[in-house]
């Protein structure tokens, strides 16, 4: 099962939220969603736990939980993002030099 988990402290990597999750079951992944041009953590990350009832137990314990800086935890299971399959356009829009 994926989970989406937000509140994470910015120091956290993915091993810290990976090892947080183990507490409860097996974790597959784990990913500390990082911004591109501070390298810093964003706040949120996403895992995979093999168990669907062990992430269950893991939304449970966590959600809501505080910790250091007060900020509240906040796991879901994630989401998945639809995939468009728009037919291409290749009406250009690309670069081309002139001659």
Partial sequence: ??????????????????????????????????????RKSRGFGFLEMSVAL???????ALNGAKL????????REAEEKPRENKPRDNSGGGYRPRR
């Avoid at 250091?68 to 796991?75: A, Y």
């Fill in 54 to 60: 062990e992430a269950k137990e893991a939304i449970d």
């Fill in 1 to 38: 099962m994926k989970l989406f988990v937000a509140g994470i402290p910015y120091d956290f990597d993915d091993t810290d939220l990976k090892e947080m999750f183990e507490l409860y079951g097996e974790v597959v992944s784990a990913k500390v969603a990082i911004d591109r041009e501070t």
């Fill in 68 to 75: 250091r800086g007060g900020k509240e935890l906040v796991v």
